[in-house]
C-alpha cells in the first residue's frame, strides 16, 4: 500500500509510480476519492459532535423545552445515519484503487519497460553450448520424465527421478546451510493461504491471473515462500533493536505461467509446480538498502558457488512489479540458448507491504513507523538444475557434481546410462 500523503504532497514520489507507467488517471482518480473521504469523515465527526451534544442537552432542558430538544437529537441521528452510510460507500472504493497503485521506483532504477535493465556486472566465461541442452541430458540420464507427468496432470509438470532427486535436496541442504551461517532461520510454510494474506503480501489483486485458487477462492496455492513468510509478524511491533529478521523458506511453489505459451516448453525450466529456498527479511528503516545489497552478496555466493557464469541486472522502472522500489535479476549464461536467462531475484519492497501487514517498529525516540521488507531467490531448484545439466555435462555423456554439492552426494561424478 502506497503513503496516500505523500501521493498527494510529493511530486518526486508520484513520479517514482509514473515511471512503472500506470494506467492513465488512476493517481488523479485515487486522490479524488481521498479527498471525498476526508470531507465524508470530517461531516461524519460533526455530526457525531453535534448529535451527542443534542442527546445531553435533553437532560438539562425544562420540560417545556424537552420535546424540541428530541426531535433535534432525532433529526441529527438520521443525517448522521445517512453521512455514516455514504462514508461506507467511499471507504471501499479507496481501497480498490490504492492497490491498484504501484510502489514508487527507487532513483537508482532506470528507465523502461521489459530487456531495458542496467547491467551491473557480469562473471564468469559463457561457455559454448554442450552435446546436449537441458531436456535432452535430462532425458538421456532418465531424470526428468515429462510424458508420463502431462498423462496425469497437464503440460509443464514433471516426474523429477534417480540422483537429480538427489541433486535437488543436496543443492537445498547446501543452500540452507549457508543461509543460516547468515543469520536466517530456516521455515518449512504452508503453501495453502487465504485471499486476505495474497492482498496483505502484495501479490492481489495484480498477480492473481497466476495463482492457482482451492476450495472456490477459498484457498490459494502460493507461488513462492514469500507470501506465508511476509505474515509472520502482520499486526506486530518489532524491537528495532532485534531488526533484522531473516527467514529462509522451503517450500513447493505453483504458477499458472499465464501468458507464456509456447515459451520454455522444453524440459523443466519453466512449469508449474517447482521448489525453492526463499529468503525474507524484516529490516530497520534506516538499514533496508544496505540489506539489500546483502541479500544480493548471498545470491551471488550462491551462484558463484555452484561454477555458473552469471550478471546482475538492476531491472527498469516498468518491469519492476508492483511491490518492488528496486530488483536485482541474476541471470546465469544459458549455454544451448547462447543468451543469459533469470534464475534468482531479489527486491526491497520498502514499507509497501508492511502497510498492508500492519507491521511496524519503533525507533529510537519512541516514534512509531512501518518496517521495511525485502525477499530474495536463494534457490529456485528447477531452474538451477536445467542451467546445471547443462555446464555440468562431461563430454562422455555423464555429468561431473559441481564441487560444493560433493559432501552431500557422497560423489563426484555420475556415470552415463548404457
Known amino acids: 500500500m502506497i503513503d496516500l500523503k505523500r501521493l498527494a504532497e510529493d511530486s518526486d514520489y508520484r513520479n517514482g509510480i509514473e515511471r512503472k507507467r500506470v494506467r492513465a488517471g488512476l493517481l488523479d482518480e485515487l486522490l479524488e476519492v481521498v479527498a471525498a473521504e476526508r470531507q465524508a469523515n470530517a461531516s461524519v465527526q460533526e455530526l457525531r459532535t453535534r448529535q451527542n451534544a443534542a442527546s445531553k442537552d435533553i437532560g438539562r432542558a425544562p420540560a417545556e423545552e424537552r420535546q424540541a430538544k428530541i426531535l433535534v437529537a432525532a433529526t441529527l441521528k438520521q443525517e448522521l445515519a445517512a453521512a455514516e452510510l455514504h462514508l461506507a460507500t467511499i471507504q471501499p472504493k479507496v481501497r480498490e484503487l490504492a492497490l491498484q497503485v504501484p510502489n514508487p521506483a527507487h532513483d537508482s532504477v532506470p528507465d523502461g519497460g521489459e530487456d531495458e535493465g542496467t547491467v551491473v556486472r557480469s562473471v564468469g566465461a559463457q561457455d559454448d553450448p554442450p552435446a546436449l541442452d537441458h531436456a535432452d541430458f535430462a532425458a538421456s540420464m532418465r531424470w526428468v520424465d515429462r510424458e508420463r507427468a502431462a498423462e496425469i496432470a497437464g503440460s509443464r509438470f514433471s516426474y523429477l527421478m534417480g540422483d537429480a532427486v538427489m541433486l535437488e535436496f543436496a543443492i537445498v541442504q547446501w543452500v540452507l546451510s549457508k543461509l543460516v551461517v547468515e543469520g536466517f532461520t530456516p521455515v518449512i510454510p504452508p503453501v495453502l493461504v487465504r485471499e486476505s494474506t495474497m492482498e496483505e503480501?502484495?501479490?492481489?489483486?495484480?498477480?492473481?491471473?497466476?495463482?492457482?485458487?482451492?476450495?472456490?477462492?477459498?484457498?490459494?496455492?502460493?507461488?513462492?515462500?514469500?507470501?506465508?513468510?511476509?505474515?509472520?509478524?502482520?499486526?506486530?511491533?518489532?524491537?528495532?533493536?532485534?531488526?533484522?529478521?531473516?527467514?529462509?523458506?522451503?517450500?513447493?511453489?505453483?504458477?499458472?505461467?499465464?501468458?507464456?505459451?509456447?515459451?520454455?516448453?522444453?524440459?523443466?525450466?519453466?512449469?508449474?509446480?517447482?521448489?525453492?529456498?526463499?529468503?525474507f527479511v524484516f529490516a530497520d528503516p534506516a538499514t533496508s538498502w544496505e540489506e539489500h545489497e546483502r541479500i544480493l552478496a548471498i545470491e551471488e555466493s550462491i551462484i558463484g558457488g555452484l561454477g555458473l557464469p552469471y550478471r546482475v541486472v538492476n531491472i527498469a522502472a516498468a518491469d519492476l512489479g508492483n511491490a518492488a522500489a528496486k530488483k536485482y535479476d541474476l541471470e546465469v549464461w544459458l549455454p544451448s540458448e547462447r543468451q543469459y536467462r533469470e534464475v534468482t531475484s531479489c527486491s526491497n519492497y520498502l514499507d509497501y507491504s508492511a502497510r498492508r501487514l500492519g507491521t511496524r517498529t519503533k525507533t529510537s525516540d519512541g516514534a512509531s513507523q512501518h518496517v521495511h521488507t525485502l525477499n530474495g531467490t536463494a534457490c529456485a531448484i528447477s531452474r538451477t538444475l536445467a542451467f546445471i545439466f547443462e555446464h555440468y555435462q562431461d563430454g562422455i555423456g555423464g555429468f561431473n557434481i559441481p564441487d560444493v554439492l560433493r559432501p552431500w552426494m557422497g560423489k563426484d561424478h555420475i556415470a552415463p546410462l548404457s
Open 201 to 279: 503480501a502484495g501479490f492481489f489483486p495484480t498477480d492473481r491471473a497466476q495463482v492457482y485458487d482451492v476450495d472456490n477462492g477459498e484457498l490459494f496455492l502460493v507461488g513462492t515462500a514469500e507470501v506465508p513468510l511476509s505474515v509472520l509478524h502482520r499486526n506486530e511491533t518489532l524491537n528495532v533493536a532485534g531488526l533484522p529478521l531473516r527467514y529462509a523458506g522451503f517450500s513447493s511453489c505453483f504458477r499458472r505461467e499465464a501468458g507464456t505459451y509456447g515459451k520454455d516448453t522444453r524440459g523443466i525450466f519453466r512449469v508449474h509446480q517447482f521448489d525453492k529456498v526463499e529468503m
